[in-house]
């Protein structure tokens, strides 16, 4: 068995895989917030260079305006702690905020990253119409019993 604690960070559109090791060499900071009656969030900060490949693939990622106001699935984060070789799931959510923070007279910029848990992508579509109307078939179904 394993000691000590060990943090995994996960990314992806919808499957998430292990952070690219670029993304783990500039991770400074992790704060996960969890509050009885509301949602959980995260906040990431990453130290990047002028040069660094991390501001285009967080552009990509997010895109010129936020994937939540265009209706696209954003990117999924999950964070994980391992203490003495035991997983537990810290938060799994998508990415809602990417802001940089270019460096000024050679010193390194910031990446802060901000994002809340899954069901914040429940609130992206409009599920009232159900898989082809199968949810409003059965909502009917229901209805008439």
């Known amino acids: 068995m394993s000691s000590g ?13 292990p952070a690219p090791q670029i993304v783990m060499d500039a991770l400074e900071s992790v704060e996960v917030t969890h509050a009885a009656g509301s949602n959980s969030a995260f906040q990431m900060s990453l ?10 693939i967080f552009l990509i990622a997010t895109g010129p305006t936020s994937a939540l106001s265009l209706g696209k699935i954003p990117l999924r984060v999950m964070v994980i702690v391992t203490i003495n070789g035991t997983q537990q799931p810290l938060f799994d959510g998508v990415m809602t905020n990417v802001q940089v923070t270019p460096g000024q007279n050679g010193a390194a910029g910031q990446i802060n990253i901000t994002g809340d848990d899954l ?17 409003s078939g059965i909502g009917i179904g229901i209805g008439a019993l």
């Open 47 to 56: 130290r990047i260079s002028n040069r660094s490949a991390l501001n285009d």
């Open 119 to 135: 069901t914040r992508v429940m609130t992206m579509f409009d599920w009232s119409g159900g898989c082809n109307g199968l949810m």
């Open 5 to 17: 604690i060990q943090l995994t960070l996960k990314m992806g559109p919808v499957v998430v895989a």
